[in-house]
């Protein structure tokens, strides 16, 4: 039937009817890239102050001090206790800035197993500028600090990759829970090892047997 035999409520209605299918394709067709897009586009972590080295391990060794919970590896735990803003990224909450006289700090903590959806892992990393030489964070800074505290070292683990780890896990909590504290080390030229990253986890019994 053309358009000229149509009333006016039968056209009006076919146009909306037009205007709905049309909608359903965009949609159909679009949901897809919009998706992508969503994961793709993931706004930066937002800038942090920049920090004195000194003032990024001691905000280190504080947040260290105070995980008593498994909740106290979750981002606003991790946020408050650190002084900085952790901005969403998928699963990810992430946080970075600049170290006082060269070099940057990162902070990550992130959901990542399906299986267990409260169960966060934390990570944190600092550089030094391009071609420095510097040694950011001591291992012996963490270690002198943490053993103080109960923890137990065991230093010298080498991965699959050919990277040097030290591991150190807290007296375990009355309610069974071992924070453990994995660093990855990094030599400088005269052989002192550094803290390049340090990843901690809240640990079960079961995940510590």
Not at 18 to 38: F, V, W
Not at 73 to 93: C, D, F, I, W, Y
Not at 108 to 114: F, H, P
Not at 129 to 137: K, M, Q, R
């Amino acid at each position: 039937m053309s358009q000229t035999n149509q009333s006016g409520g039968e056209a009006a209605a076919d146009a909306v009817a037009a205007q709905l299918d049309r909608i359903a394709a965009e949609s159909t067709t679009s949901n897809g890239a919009a998706s992508e897009t969503s994961r793709t586009q993931q706004p930066a972590p937002l800038a942090g102050p920049t920090l004195a080295v000194s003032d990024w391990i001691a905000r280190t060794l504080q947040l260290i001090d105070n995980l008593k919970t498994p909740e106290d590896t979750k981002p606003a735990h991790v946020a408050r206790m650190l002084g900085l803003q952790l901005t969403e990224q998928n699963t990810s909450h992430r946080a970075t800035g600049s170290l006082a006289g060269g070099g940057s700090y990162s902070v990550w903590s992130n959901a990542l197993y399906r299986e267990y959806p409260d169960k966060w892992t934390l990570s944190l990393s600092q550089r030094a500028a391009e071609g420095a030489t510097v040694c950011l964070f001591p291992l012996d800074t963490l270690r002198a600090h943490v053993l103080q505290r109960g923890f137990k070292a065991t230093e010298g683990v080498v991965r699959r990759d050919g990277s040097e780890h030290a591991l150190f896990r807290s007296p375990i909590s009355p309610e069974g829970v071992t924070f453990v504290v994995e660093t990855v080390i990094q030599r400088t030229a005269d052989e002192a090892a550094c803290i390049r990253e340090m990843e901690i986890n809240a640990n079960t019994r079961d995940e510590e047997a």
